[in-house]
């Protein structure tokens, strides 16, 4: 039965991916709030005959009220909410309760991390080691979707480190031969933005299969710093050196992002690598299992993205 999607973040880097997936789908339509239609439709698949039809309205995903309306006006059944910046908290808070408002939501697909923040032992593991707020915003969120009562159904996904982070360190590796965000040697799982977002698709369009469920993705390898610099280093063709996770390395981190993020944001950013120091980024084997089966799919491989990412930029 065809189906009425609400995107958030759709020029983002899950939300490009997603797009092109979602425009197969026959009758279906397909909400883009954004509060830049410009740079949206640049993004937008070109239109084919038969296929879901985009539409883009421009907003605050942040006006609870603009919101609710566009939700009801389409009345919209499955949507997808991806959310950051420091106004997280208030903005998730309010877009749960207005889903349930509308009356006309019955599946949520929302982008948590990868913890478990659900056990009570994962909970006290984050907070631990863990201060950085885009991260800690996810316990309460997902708290929320369980013992919220909500007239909807939810799936959660939980990715791991995004492979196209590595872009934002182009100019550090390619100029000064560094990986400028220190990942330490604990090892990190890497998540292809185009896995999450067919995770996302499947789990919208088959949402009773997937309805309360948490699904992690990302790879089951582990990288450690030093592996991730290897990686890189044979990808460009001169030794690429990791940032250490000293109190050095950490402070040029921050600098290097504050310009581009804001004080607040690039000590929080800060704070999220230094917990990388203390601890792995992994899912368990039966998590593992769980994304392919959602995925259809093992998740793509992190060394052949470097190896093709690499290879680009010395073209
Ligand atoms: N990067 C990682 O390694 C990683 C790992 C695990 C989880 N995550 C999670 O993944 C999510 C980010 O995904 P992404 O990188 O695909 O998104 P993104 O590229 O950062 O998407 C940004 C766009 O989303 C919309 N948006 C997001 N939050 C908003 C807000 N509070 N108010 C108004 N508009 C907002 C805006 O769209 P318009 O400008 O069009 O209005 C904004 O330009 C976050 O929840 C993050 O915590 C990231």
């Known amino acids: 039965m065809p189906q009425n999607f609400l995107i958030t973040a759709a020029s983002g880097n899950i939300g490009r991916e997603l797009l092109p997936l979602l425009q197969p789908l026959e009758g279906a339509r397909v909400i883009l709030p954004t509060s830049n239609a410009s740079r949206l439709e640049k993004v937008l698949p070109p239109p084919i005959d038969g296929s879901a039809e985009f539409i883009i309205e421009e907003g605050s995903i942040r006006d609870p009220s603009w919101l609710q309306q566009q939700l009801v006006k389409y009345e ?11 106004d997280e908290l208030f903005t998730t808070m309010n877009i749960l309760d207005c889903l349930a408002r509308s009356k006309v939501v019955k599946h949520l697909v929302y982008i948590s991390a990868c913890v478990d923040f659900t056990t009570p032992k994962g909970v006290q593991e984050l907070l631990s080691h863990c201060s950085a707020g885009h991260i800690l915003v996810k316990i309460i969120t997902e708290q929320k979707l369980l013992y919220g009562n909500f007239p909807y159904t939810w799936t959660i996904l939980r990715p791991t480190l995004f492979f196209s982070n590595d872009l934002r360190t182009k100019r550090s590796m390619l ?4 990986y400028s965000e220190p990942l330490g040697e604990m090892g990190v799982s890497r998540v292809a933005p185009s896995d999450i977002a067919l995770a996302v698709k499947n789990s ?5 299969k997937w309805a309360n469920k948490h699904v992690c993705v990302g790879t089951k390898q582990i990288y450690k710093g030093s592996e991730i610099a290897e990686l890189w280093s044979k990808a460009i063709g001169k030794e690429i050196k990791m940032l250490p996770i000293t109190e050095e390395g950490f402070e040029s981190f921050e600098k290097r992002i504050v310009p581009f993020t804001g004080p607040e944001q690039g000590r929080e950013l800060r704070l999220m690598v230094e917990s990388f120091a203390s601890r792995k980024l992994e899912m368990t084997s039966e998590e593992y299992k769980d994304q392919v089966e959602l995925l259809g799919k ?3 491989c992190y060394e052949t ?3 093709k990412v690499g290879a680009s930029w010395q073209e």
């Open 76 to 86: 919209v059944d499955t949507v997808f909410l991806c959310l950051t910046g420091q």
């Open 175 to 178: 100029g000064a031969n560094v």
């Open 204 to 208: 919208m369009v088959n949402n009773e």
């Open 298 to 300: 093992e998740p793509e």
């Open 305 to 307: 993205w470097i190896q």
